[in-house]
């Protein structure tokens, strides 16, 4: 694999870095840095949605007549790196990176001209309705159901765990609309209006403190049969189809080799007591990289059948299960290499957010949060014990 780019390629590299110098804000770079979550505040994110969208840029891995910038793997990234360099916000990727690939892929032309052009400018932020009580890691049982009414579907259930669904206008669902003898049968698709009566959203506060999920109640929730995204009872298929883009279209290293950046120069530094010293957080510390590495090869040659017009397939759970297991190795080493100051930094967020000045050394904040939020990566998208069970019956035949 050639890494070396052409001059082409270092033309586009300053380009890109052109437009992040001008459109990213210290307001922007600012929040994104301290948000511990994989997910920006609403506002910060899709301030830069639309940045992107009027460069052409909103949705690099969408197909050009969608509206994607037609780039080469080497392209792609690029722009990844040196967003993940400069600190740039996430995405609403529940719109472009999950629901979006699924409506180009098994959508009507009709929703195909709603949702894609809305999805582009940020106009609509949208949630994911997967998971239920009881039915998280064995998605397939399922009990939230839509029964046919004339031109509607009448829903009723639950969802919980879901991601920003306080501040989504919109969500895609899987909603059983009928049974079969397994499971996965009479499963559908639907995209729903979350202003929709008989929608109740209320807050679950996770381990760090932060609402970032919630569970969805459906009480007699009408929602038109024309929101069902391709056929009846072919919602597990599309439902797959959308998790291999979740766990495999993307950059992950970039952000990871930034994130392991900034751990290093901290433990370099005398607000730690150069714990790089230890023989212990060194030897972490270049492991990690290793892993960074190897996972970034993976990356690339993801890349290179993706813009062939493949989707990731099962490659997308190994890309899922190294993201999540170093994810946790940085955080965890982070923590580590603040030492017994974590919990005192910690309890000092309250009173940074109140005071809005820099009680601790800013570069710390979220050494502990970012910690206490990770341990969820094994778990959401599918557990790390489902991954290897995808790699040992798709790859390896087992």
């Given at each position: 694999?050639?890494?070396?780019?052409?001059?082409?390629?270092?033309?586009?590299?300053?380009?890109?870095?052109?437009?992040?110098?001008?459109?990213?804000?210290?307001?922007?770079?600012?929040?994104?840095?301290?948000?511990?979550?994989?997910?920006?505040?609403p506002?910060?994110?899709?301030a830069?949605?639309?940045?992107?969208?009027?460069?052409?840029?909103?949705?690099?891995?969408?197909?050009?007549?969608?509206?994607?910038?037609?780039?080469?793997?080497?392209?792609?990234?690029?722009?990844?790196?040196e967003?993940?360099?400069?600190?740039?916000?996430?995405?609403?990727?529940?719109?472009?990176?999950?629901?979006?690939?699924?409506?180009?892929?098994?959508?009507?032309?009709?929703?195909?001209?709603?949702?894609l052009?809305?999805?582009?400018?940020?106009?609509?932020y949208?949630?994911?309705?997967?998971?239920?009580?009881?039915?998280?890691?064995?998605?397939?049982?399922?009990?939230?159901?839509?029964?046919?009414?004339?031109?509607?579907?009448?829903?009723?259930?639950?969802?919980?765990?879901?991601?920003?669904?306080?501040?989504?206008?919109?969500?895609?669902?899987?909603?059983?609309?009928?049974?079969?003898?397994?499971?996965?049968?009479?499963?559908?698709?639907?995209?729903i209006?979350?202003?929709?009566?008989?929608?109740?959203?209320?807050?679950?506060?996770?381990?760090?403190?932060?609402?970032?999920?919630?569970?969805?109640?459906?009480?007699?929730?009408?929602?038109p049969?024309?929101?069902?995204?391709?056929?009846?009872?072919?919602?597990?298929?599309?439902?797959k189809?959308?998790?291999?883009?979740?766990?495999?279209?993307?950059?992950?290293?970039?952000?990871?080799?930034?994130?392991?950046?900034?751990?290093?120069?901290?433990?370099?530094?005398?607000?730690?007591?150069?714990?790089?010293?230890?023989?212990?957080?060194?030897?972490?510390?270049?492991?990690?990289?290793?892993?960074i590495?190897?996972?970034?090869?993976?990356?690339?040659?993801?890349?290179?059948?993706?813009?062939?017009?493949?989707?990731?397939?099962?490659?997308?759970?190994?890309?899922?299960?190294?993201?999540?297991?170093?994810?946790?190795?940085?955080?965890?080493?982070?923590?580590?290499?603040?030492?017994?100051?974590?919990?005192?930094?910690?309890?000092?967020?309250?009173?940074?957010?109140?005071?809005?000045?820099?009680?601790?050394?800013?570069?710390?904040?979220?050494?502990?949060?970012?910690?206490?939020?990770?341990?969820?990566?094994?778990?959401?998208?599918?557990?790390?014990?489902?991954?290897?069970?995808?790699?040992?019956?798709?790859?390896?035949?087992i």
């Open positions: 694999m050639d890494l070396s780019f052409n001059a082409e390629e270092r033309a586009f590299q300053d380009e890109v870095r052109g437009f992040i110098a001008r459109n990213l804000t210290e307001e922007m770079k600012r929040a994104t840095a301290l948000t511990p979550s994989v997910f920006s505040d506002d910060i994110g899709t830069w949605q639309r940045a992107l969208h009027r460069q052409g840029w909103a949705a690099p891995g969408w197909p050009v007549e969608y509206g994607g910038p037609a780039w080469t793997p080497a392209q792609r990234w690029i722009f990844e790196t967003c993940a360099r400069a600190g740039v916000p996430n995405v609403n990727v529940m719109g472009v990176k999950m629901v979006g690939p699924v409506i180009i892929g098994f959508g009507s032309p009709e929703q195909k001209n709603f949702y052009p809305r999805i582009l400018s940020g106009e609509d949208w949630c994911q309705g997967y998971s239920e009580p009881g039915s998280g890691s064995d998605l397939s049982s399922l009990k939230t159901r839509a029964v046919r009414d004339g031109d509607d579907y009448i829903i009723n259930g639950t969802k919980i765990w879901t991601t920003h669904a306080h501040h989504a206008n919109r969500m895609f669902a899987l909603v059983r609309t009928g049974d079969g003898p397994r499971q996965q049968d009479g499963i559908s698709f639907i995209l209006d979350m202003k929709t009566p008989g929608i109740t959203t209320r807050p679950i506060l996770t381990i760090g403190g932060d609402h970032e999920v919630n569970q969805v109640f459906f009480d007699d929730v009408r929602v049969v024309a929101n069902r995204v391709g056929e009846e009872g072919k919602g597990w298929t599309y439902g189809y959308l998790l291999e883009f979740e766990r495999g279209s993307g950059i992950a290293s970039a952000k990871l080799r930034e994130g392991l950046r900034a751990i290093t120069d901290l433990a370099e530094s005398d607000l730690t007591g150069r714990a790089i010293d230890s023989p212990d957080i060194a030897t972490r510390i270049s492991e990690v990289e290793v892993d590495d190897a996972l970034e090869m993976t990356e690339l040659r993801v890349l290179s059948a993706l813009q062939t017009g493949q989707n990731p397939g099962a490659v997308s759970s190994i890309l899922k299960l190294r993201n999540s297991e170093i994810r946790q190795a940085v955080t965890r080493l982070g923590v580590d290499v603040i030492g017994h100051d974590a919990l005192a930094v910690e309890s000092m967020r309250p009173l940074y957010r109140l005071n809005h000045e820099p009680a601790i050394p800013e570069e710390m904040l979220t050494m502990v949060p970012e910690y206490l939020n990770g341990r969820a990566y094994t778990i959401f998208g599918g557990t790390s014990e489902i991954q290897r069970d995808i790699i040992a019956k798709m790859m390896l035949g």
